[in-house]
């Protein structure tokens, strides 16, 4: 069985600050792993995705993510915060490649002034 | 990338009232979709798989009888809450799943039971 654990449902930064966003996993197999960011009232949109190859993976906005399986971690940073990045963050798994995610609990990122 | 459109948005329905959800994919076939729920500051619960043309997979603890759920085209799924209850009340997204085995997700659907 597949899971994630998120470290702190709650991150604040200040804008310019370097985002850090935890995520550890657990998976059976090589596991395909997934930084997905919601806004208030809305569905979820991908950021990344790592599936096989080069460990870091790069994303939209700025934001990317090191696939490091000696840690089972797959944590997501952004070097400098804007306020638009204001948001919740969901790291979820995939085992095998399939389709069916599982997903952490959140972390709810605050940018502050 | 790929557009999935869930709607209504919002929706508000009296106790013991059935209220369809509906979630297409606009651009791409999704031979799979999935529903998931989430409640206020939680993460997504998985509820069911559906795949176009046979009946979903529901996940354990959830009420297939309850929850009913209709994939009878690539494009189309919906997910039918029946007698709904205050408890019901909580965010739907569906994801649809295109042949890259990439996921798209709709907007959600905030349902609200009085």
């Known amino acids: 069985a597949q899971s994630v654990t998120q470290l702190g449902s709650h991150v604040s930064v200040s804008e310019g600050a370097l985002v850090l966003l935890r995520c550890n996993y657990s998976?059976?197999?090589?596991?395909?792993l997934f930084w997905y960011v919601q806004y208030p009232n809305q569905g979820l949109q991908l950021l990344l995705k790592?599936?096989?190859?080069?460990?870091l993976v790069k994303g939209i906005n700025g934001f990317e993510a090191e696939f490091k399986k000696s840690e089972t971690s797959f944590h997501l940073t952004k070097p400098s915060a804007h306020m638009s990045d204001a948001a919740e963050y969901f790291c979820?798994?995939?085992?095998?490649?399939?389709?069916?995610?599982?997903f952490g609990t959140g972390t709810q990122l605050k940018v502050e002034l | 990338g790929a557009v999935v459109s869930q709607h209504p948005s919002w929706v508000i329905c009296k106790s013991g009232t059935s209220v369809k959800i509906e979630c297409r994919s606009l651009?791409?076939?999704?031979?799979?979709m999935f529903w998931y729920r989430q409640f206020p500051k939680q993460s997504l619960m998985l509820m069911a798989t559906?795949?176009?043309?046979?009946?979903?997979?529901?996940e354990q603890g959830v009420e297939k009888d309850k929850f009913l759920i209709n994939h009878a085209s690539l494009t189309l799924s919906t997910l039918t809450v029946t007698s709904a209850h205050p408890e019901d009340s909580s965010f739907y997204i569906c994801?649809?799943?295109?042949?890259?085995?990439?996921?798209?997700f709709g907007q959600g659907t905030r349902l609200t039971v009085v």
């Open positions: 979820a798994v995939s085992e095998g490649g399939g389709n069916k995610l599982t």
């Open positions: 998976s059976s197999v090589p596991p395909y």
């Open positions: 790592y599936t096989t190859g080069a460990t």
């Open positions: 651009d791409f076939q999704a031979t799979t």
């Open positions: 559906s795949n176009e043309g046979s009946k979903a997979t529901y």
């Open positions: 994801s649809g799943v295109d042949l890259n085995t990439e996921a798209f």
